[in-house]
Structure formats: structure tokens, C-alpha cells
């Protein structure tokens, strides 16, 4: 049984009642995460990775501050969230296994205080997105590679926005015969929330358009003129004294987890993303986002969730105080360094 996800349409296409935004248009990718129990060979959130068993395995050197939380525990919890959301009739499915049993009975015997490590800690798999299931990485990505895996750090650095450090990687997966099956794990993280629950994918594109705050003058003045809108169909008139923001809420930038599209500004004003190394204007790559929708972005919750809208939150992944970490690639040259932004 493959995940469908599916958005329901805009309910205008303001590329025709605005036509100076058709060609900003721009595709994004929704993932639509949801609680599962993904394989190497999946794309998905905070599952396993398909790590080549010769090559090291990602570690952050700090400097860190001291994690509240076991890992592995945390790990246990996540994973009995998501047998519980994939079989909510089954009590069964909130038991530990013999294995999770296990696992906490070696923690409980452990001090976790004598734990602490000096050196570099492991990082923590984010999301694995194949190029078949997210055509979209084809265009960003180095060429020849049809598989990004990007980790993070769960612990938080000193001096650094309060978001966890990412490192992002980009391979072929046909290249990978040798699967790392047991790879190292951090001894504690910063918050439980750094740890997603595993979750399989339902990718989807949609159309996007810029964050007004990303139009001229100009176009953010038009789409504050009600009387542009009221003929239009589909206009909700509860918007009149204020349109932009059904322009903001419902026709510009999906919220949720995506890749590509148009960055959601909110947190702060845009700000230029250049690339530290070359100086070209970088593309939105992946966005982490706490709520896959929220009040205000209704009417962008798949069908298949209208009867359950509690599953905003699929991967329990907060960052900050509820925002959104953008990673951002350079189109010049894809290996260059990628930067992150908290929105
Ligand atoms: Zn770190
Ligand atoms: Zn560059």
C-alpha cells in the first residue's frame, strides 16, 4: 500500500488575476511525513539511512553544551509513537518489544552522568530523499547523484541560532552495495523534540509563488487593493480589509515539510542568502518544519487528513520555539557548503 497525500487546489489561480507572478511560479515538494517504519531503501524522516559500511559515519565537534536526554531512549519512545499512530486500534502496539525491554533495562544499569564524551558526537539521521520519489533533487543536486541524506547534530552549540547544525550529503545509490547496519548513536540529545519519530514519505508537488515580503513595491500594493480581488471567484470576503493575507495564507507558500519552492519569511525579514564560497544567490533545498499546517494555512491540509487534523505535528520535530529551519543550496556548484536559516 503506497501513502497518497493530496492538496486540495487553491481556491484561485492568482497567476491569472495577477499575472506579473506567473512567472514566478516555482515548484516545491510537500514529503508529508507520516509515522512508519521506513527501510534503507525508503525515503524518510528520521529512518534508516543508506550509509556505505566503509565510509565514517558523521560526527559534530562542537563545541557542545551537556544533552538532557539518552538517545536511545528517546529513540524507544519515538519508535513505540510510531506503532501507536500507524495502529491507534491495537493496544498491543504501545508495549515495548523484547529489544526496547533491553535496551532500557542496559540504560537503567547505566549512570548517565559518567557518560558524558569529550570528542565529537554522532549525529542524528534527519531525512533520506530519493531522486525517484522527489524528482526536484535531479535539478538541485550534483549530477549523477539520486540520493540526499542529511543529519543534524541534537545537541545545541554555544553562540549558534538555537536550531540544530545539519550536515547534508548527496551520493548515488546504486554506488552503495555495503549497508552500514548498526551506526554509531549520540549518548544524549539537547531535547527530545531533535529526535524525529520515523516517519515514510508521501511526496507531492504543488506551486508556489514568493512570500509577499519578496515582491516589489509595487506587486505587495496590489495585493493589498481589495478591489483587485472582489471579482475574482473563490475570494473569501472576510479577507477584504485585509487580502494579502489570503495571498500569504492560501495561495503562495505551502507549509510543512518540502523541498524547493519558495522560502515562508515570519521570524525575520528576507535576508540574502549567498554562498559563502562563491558569492551566487542560493535555491531553498529543504525545509524542517515543526507543523505540517497550523490555523491559519487550513486550507492547505491534504484530504486525507481533514478527518484527523491532530497529525500536524507527524514527526514530534520542533525547532525553536515552533518555526521552521531552511536549508539553502548553491545552483553554481551543489558541493559548496550549505547554509541554514531559522523562520
Ligand atoms: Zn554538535
Ligand atoms: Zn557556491
Known sequence: MSLIRTTPPRPLDVAALFPQLAPLARTATRLHPRPGSPTPQDSSIGGPLLWPADEPWPHCDGPHTDGGFSTEAVQVDRRVQARVAMYPDDP???RYTPEEQAILERLDRMSFDDEWPEGPVAMLPVAQLY?????????LGPSGADLLQVLW?????PEEFYMPRTAVFWRSAAAVTDILTSPPV????E???YVPVPCVLAPEEVTEYPNSSELSKEMQEQLSDWSRWQAAA???SSYASYPESFYWSHLSVAPGWKVGGW???GYTDPTPRTCPTCGTAMDPLLTIATFEWDSGYRSWVPYEDQADESSSQPTRVQIGSGYKQQLYICPAAPEHPH????Q
Open 92 to 94: 498491543s502496539a504501545a
Open 131 to 139: 531522486a525517484r520519489d522527489i524528482p526536484l533533487l535531479r535539478t
Open 153 to 157: 547534530c541534537p545537541l545545541d552549540h
Open 186 to 189: 549520540p549518548p544524549s540529545v
Open 191 to 193: 531535547f527530545e523534540e
Open 234 to 236: 473563490g475570494v473569501d
Open 263 to 265: 522560502p515562508q519569511w
Open 339 to 342: 547554509i541554514e536559516l531559522m
